[in-house]
């Protein structure tokens, strides 16, 4: 019978051997490729959910959140095959990120590192979910209105716990708003860019819609979380509808036309800043 301590040493050594295959897939060329390209996707589909909120602030009918852009860019000749090439650069970043979640951020150590790890699972969510909208969407189909959402909210709310289950949703996707506000402000995301190989000209333009990009679109978010918190604090689904929820009640507000103006620029601005992330992105 093997020692206990052949055993972990065989242990470590299969788990060693696993991460080295898991980073040798997470580096292929093909998938570097296929990633650069789903920013460029990603930023049109920040441009064009600027360009709903512009509709918003103009009194004119628009759903103002990804479906509602993919829609928009389905509605253009060949939009649906912009969709369907966004769709696949979307899973493509899912998977990137799963990779980062794995085994990646290696040039970070200790509590950063597992936090950086965290955030890549999270965003391997996200990415993965707007994938299978822009797939829903480029089929012919019609994703989740806000509607369906606030029924949604209504149901979890109506369950044993739902309006604590609802609140902490709220607050979490607030926090993640707020953190998207401050990474912009503070700049947290040059330190993926890979600056040897940019311009003094083009390093100042990403920084600068970088932060303005991240501060708009983490704004919105931290309204739309707030928004859910409420639904849950009141027990009221219908304050939660999401990005779209969030974009119409900001022009509710006084100097609504002009709040929307910003967050229609800071959508956008973030849109421009992908095409940064596509050509300078560590990836």
């Known amino acids: ?53 512009l509709q918003i ?7 103002g959140d990804q479906s509602g852009a993919f829609r928009l860019l389905a509605g253009q000749p060949f939009g649906r095959v912009l969709v369907w090439a966004i769709a696949a650069g979307l899973v493509a970043m899912a998977i990137w990120q799963l990779f980062e979640a794995a085994v990646g951020h290696l040039d970070e150590q200790g509590g950063r590192r597992v ?20 797939i829903q969407v480029a089929d012919g189909g019609d994703p989740a209105t806000g509607s369906q959402q606030r029924e949604a909210t209504s149901g979890v709310l109506g369950q044993p716990g739902g309006q604590w289950l609802v609140g902490a949703a709220g607050i979490a996707v607030t926090v993640v708003g707020l953190v998207l506000v401050v990474h912009g402000i503070r700049k947290g995301f040059v330190r993926n860019l890979r600056r040897n190989l940019m311009s003094a000209g083009e390093f ?80």
């Open 1 to 53: 019978m093997p020692e206990p301590v052949g055993w972990y040493r065989q242990d470590m050594s299969l788990t060693t051997t696993a991460r080295r295959k898991a980073r040798t897939a997470g580096d292929s060329p093909a998938l570097e490729k296929l990633t650069r390209a789903g920013l460029l996707g990603y930023g049109l589909l920040h441009l064009a959910v600027g360009w709903l909120a």
């Open 57 to 63: 602030a103009h009194g004119r009918s628009a759903r």
């Open 115 to 134: 936090l950086e790890r965290v955030v890549s699972a999270g965003r391997t969510i996200a990415y993965g979910a707007l994938g299978a909208t822009a």
């Open 204 to 283: 100042q333009a990403a920084v600068r819609t970088g932060q303005l990009g991240y501060a708009g679109k983490g704004a919105v978010y931290a309204v739309a979380g707030v928004l859910v918190t409420i639904a849950a604090a009141t027990f009221d689904p219908a304050k939660s509808a999401g990005l779209d929820g969030a974009l119409h009640t900001l022009a509710q507000q006084p100097f609504g036309y002009a709040l929307l103006l910003v967050a229609a620029a800071g959508f956008a601005l973030f849109g421009v800043y992908c095409y940064f992330q596509a050509r300078y992105r560590k990836v």
